[in-house]
């Protein structure tokens, strides 16, 4: 990938906590949301979601 940037008039260097502060971030983003979806469904009554099916 080094040798393909540097073909390009402007350059920037590729460090691995880049790659690693972009996985956490995703990690931390699918964490939310099943924490949010579980949460949600913890707190709802059950009776009427089988009532509703």
């Known amino acids: ?9 402007y350059r920037t260097t590729l460090s691995g906590w880049l790659f690693a502060g972009a996985g956490l ?7 939310l949301t099943v924490s949010g979806q579980g949460i949600k469904a913890a707190l709802s ?9």
């Open 25 to 31: 971030f995703a990690v931390l983003v699918a964490l």
């Open 1 to 9: 990938m080094s040798q393909w940037l540097e073909g390009f008039a």
């Open 45 to 53: 009554n059950p009776v009427k979601t089988l009532r509703s099916e």
